[in-house]
């Protein structure tokens, strides 16, 4: 029998995921003082946990980028 894809690596246990460990939700909890020391760690509130959006801002930089590249066309065929 083989070894399902998803456990093969370990870096896949860096990508994001929906729902957090008891410890991991006790952090958020201390972060944001909505737990105190000697409180049961059974029953914790719900945590939101959303998952961060990233390439925005490279999308941005190459725009910017393309917009640079093309200005300095128009300034060559100007000169010629």
Do not use: F
Request: proline share 2%.
């Amino acid at each position: 029998m083989s070894t399902d894809k998803s456990l093969k690596s370990k870096d896949m246990l860096q990508r994001h995921r929906n729902v957090l460990t008891r410890a991991e939700r006790i952090d958020v909890l201390k972060d944001s003082a909505k737990w105190v020391d000697g409180t049961s760690p059974y029953g914790l509130p719900k945590v939101g946990h959303r998952k961060a959006s990233v390439g925005k801002k490279d999308k941005a930089k190459k725009e910017g980028a393309d917009a640079a590249t093309g200005e300095q066309a128009k300034t060559d065929d100007a000169k010629s």
